[in-house]
């Protein structure tokens, strides 16, 4: 059996689906930004640098930063 044929036999198929929730370290307030993501699509957006204030450039992220303090993007499962 070579390895890709491992692979497709033995991987779990992922069927949960996720969001992104958007955490304000100052504040209790949670903000889900996006919903009904697979779990790859939720773990790229979360390792984007501009999902958080400490890595964040854009204008916009700057401007969030300035008017709640530091924030990130994280998923959990989208019940």
């Given amino acids: 059996m070579t390895q890709e044929e491992h ?3 033995y991987t779990f198929a992922d069927t949960n689906r996720y969001k992104i929730v958007r955490i304000f370290a100052n504040r209790e307030r949670k903000v889900t930004i996006h919903r009904n993501l697979t779990l790859a699509e939720a773990q790229a957006h979360c390792h984007d640098p501009q999902t958080s204030s400490a890595g964040c450039t854009s204008k916009t992220g700057k401007a969030r930063t ?3 303090g530091p924030w990130f993007d994280s998923y959990s499962l989208d019940n």
């Fill in 7 to 9: 692979t497709r036999r």
């Fill in 66 to 68: 300035r008017n709640y």
